[in-house]
């Protein structure tokens, strides 16, 4: 059986992790130094880290997608269906690449950074922005966790030759 290497896909999920990476430490940062009623710029700063924190994980899933499922979901919807089908098994080619519990968590991510591209700043309300941005260190933690699992399966068909 020919064996495929993944190398390039690991690396291009733990660079993607290390971005998110950053994007933990600039919410914590921001959280720890708003003002009571915070300022329509740091609304509006919240809410660019967290439309930057779903795009950075949904960029590792359409990786995902194309290079271990074959191709992405189509559709006016492959957003969400994408984030569905990486907390579901694909047959015999892989594993969920996520939980079915941090899928249902990323999925607020993912209706807010919809929200985020579609209405003006102003309009961003402070309490949702700061609650997913609280959130935000263990949902990136568990993500990390999980995303090492997969690559952990990753190198695991390097080593078979392709067979889960």
């Known amino acids: 059986m020919i064996r495929k290497s993944f190398a390039s896909l690991r690396a291009d999920i733990e660079r ?26 740091d609304i509006r700063a919240a809410g660019s880290i967290l439309h930057d924190f779903y ?46 519990e941090l899928g249902e968590a990323l999925s607020e991510y993912l209706r807010f950074r919809h929200l985020f591209r579609h209405v003006y700043g102003f309009r961003l309300r402070w309490d949702r922005c700061q609650e997913l941005l609280a959130d935000l260190p ?10 090492e699992n997969f690559k952990t399966f990753l190198r695991s068909l390097e080593t078979t030759g392709g067979v889960p």
């Open 16 to 41: 993607e992790l290390k971005s998110l990476d950053r994007l933990v430490t600039e919410a914590q940062e921001l959280l720890s130094g708003i003002q009571s009623p915070p300022s329509s710029r």
């Open 55 to 100: 795009t950075g994980a949904e960029k590792i899933f359409q990786r995902i997608a194309v290079e271990v499922d074959g191709g992405l979901p189509t559709g006016h919807d492959w957003h969400a269906q994408l984030l569905l089908r990486m907390s579901a098994p694909v047959g015999e080619v892989r594993p969920p690449v996520v939980s079915e």
């Open 138 to 147: 263990d949902i990136h933690a568990r993500l990390r966790r999980e995303l």
